[in-house]
């Protein structure tokens, strides 16, 4: 069962558009989310997070929106530029103390110059 | 600089061989993870150490192990009961707080897997 969903495979953009990455959640009890980068034959990168008491989270080019009642959040990039062209992972962990994070299959972003 | 290493970056096993992966940090994090990655697929949890001499299993532990002798390093061993190993493995640390715990988990550059 994918706690963590990512349901599109691929997204090609324009660059200087908007690239909008989405990624959906069922379990309720997860309430920080975070969103990593990755380069082929390298590990993840963190890019930005955001707690359940937020709806909202901004870091330069980066905007991540959380939607608590609909399970759903979002990484906005604006404007996209070719260097952005990654696989991107959204992931999720709940207050347990556990310290682990589930992540959703990955969202292959292409930035078109 | 601080940082995960993983070597080898590229190995290779004969089917039914053990091969142990080297994961090492000098960021003083507490938990320590250990991530295989399929294409296709997300990136899925085998083994975690939230504090030296404890693990705990992930989602896909069959086949493997794992020791955290020292705060630093937490190699994986990738057995011959590991139905397919072929894949690209990923370490990844975090510092482990008193409070929410609420923190990223910083990756190291992956070792390649193939079973020949």
């Known amino acids: 069962d994918q706690q963590v969903k990512q349901n599109s495979p691929s997204l090609s953009v324009q660059e200087g558009r908007i690239s909008i990455l989405n990624c959906d959640y069922t379990?309720?009890?997860?309430?920080?989310f975070l969103w990593y980068k990755k380069y082929p034959a390298e590990g993840p990168t963190f890019l930005i997070s955001i707690s359940s008491i937020k709806d909202k989270n901004e870091d330069g080019r980066f905007t991540v929106f959380l939607n608590k009642s609909a399970k759903h959040l979002s990484l906005h990039i604006v404007p996209s530029q070719p260097g952005d062209s990654a696989v991107y992972f959204c992931?999720?962990?709940?207050?347990?103390?556990?310290?682990?994070?589930?992540f959703g299959t990955g969202t292959r972003l292409k930035v078109l110059a | 600089d601080g940082g995960i290493t993983q070597s080898p970056k590229y190995l290779f096993r004969k089917e039914g061989q053990n091969v142990t992966l080297s994961c090492e940090q000098n960021?003083?994090?507490?938990?320590m993870y250990w991530y295989r990655q399929d294409p296709g697929q997300g990136l899925r949890l085998i083994y975690y150490s939230q504090i030296v001499n404890d693990f705990q299993k992930g989602d896909i532990a069959e086949g493997y192990s794992v020791s955290r002798e020292k705060k630093e390093s937490f190699p994986l061993t990738v057995t011959s009961a590991q139905k397919n190993p072929t894949a690209f493995y990923l370490c990844a640390s975090s510092l482990r707080t008193s409070g929410s715990g609420y923190n990223e988990q910083f990756f190291g550059p992956g070792t390649r897997l193939t079973v020949l």
């Open positions: 379990n309720s009890m997860f309430d920080y």
């Open positions: 992931a999720a962990s709940a207050t347990a103390g556990t310290y682990k994070y589930i």
């Open positions: 960021l003083n994090h507490d938990a």
